[in-house]
């Protein structure tokens, strides 16, 4: 098993730029979620998931979007890409929604 | 929005001390959560409660759930170099699936 996999792990794009951080998980997992994490501070959740089809706003959506339309697959997309969204990009998985486990994250800088 | 604060921000220990940490909320959960992040990853689950007044142990590691259901508590034993890292408390909105990550605790163990 891979687990959760995420690509790319570097990023840099410029303002206004739009993008696609891709999140794979090989564990049949229903529940899968984003967040980002800004330097040193915890975990804010963008969006989640409860299964293929399904998704919902986390704390902090503005300016990203998700699909799911497979149970592997949860890719999260930025349009128009600002410097506020500068952060590591951490995908997890879950069976039963807290034992999350996460991918080796996306590091994304916006100049 | 719900925030978990947690004490104390960073800690610098010897090896082989104990360690204790804490999370609070102004809300109540029904389940809390400890995970730890090691530099460059995402973070790892280390114990999930799920009642309140419930003690758990993972090895060195025991956390509780506080009988008002608005604190936890984490204390690690005789601390090694390899528990270096962050802690963080977390837990679902209640209701949700919603995750609010805590701010972190971050440890580092002096040989």
């Known amino acids: 098993n891979a687990g959760v996999t995420q690509t790319p792990k570097f990023r840099i794009l410029k303002i206004g730029q739009s993008m696609t951080l891709q999140c794979t998980q090989d564990m049949n997992h229903n529940y899968m979620y984003w967040y980002r994490q800004d330097p040193g501070m915890g975990l804010k959740l963008i969006y989640y998931s409860v299964g293929a089809g399904i998704t919902d706003k986390g704390e902090v959506p503005n300016g990203y979007n998700v699909s799911r339309s497979t149970t592997e697959d949860f890719p999260l997309r930025l349009e128009l890409a600002a410097p506020s969204q500068t952060s590591v990009y951490f995908c997890a998985s879950s069976y039963d929604s807290d034992t999350q486990y996460f991918g080796p994250g996306t590091r994304l800088t916006v100049l | 929005g719900q925030q978990l604060n947690q004490s104390p921000q960073s800690m610098f220990i010897q090896e082989g001390e104990d360690v204790s940490m804490n999370c609070t909320s102004s809300s109540i959960f029904n389940t809390w959560l400890w995970y730890k992040q090691e530099p460059g990853e995402g973070p790892v689950l280390l114990i999930a409660?799920?009642?309140?007044?419930e003690l758990t142990s993972n090895g060195r590691l025991t956390a509780q759930f506080g009988i008002t259901r608005k604190d936890s508590f984490l204390n690690i034993s005789a601390s090694i170099p390899s528990d270096v890292g962050i802690y963080f408390c977390a837990g679902p909105t209640l209701g949700t699936y919603k995750y609010i990550f805590g701010t972190g605790t971050r440890l580092k163990v002096l040989a």
């Open positions: 409660l799920y009642k309140a007044g």
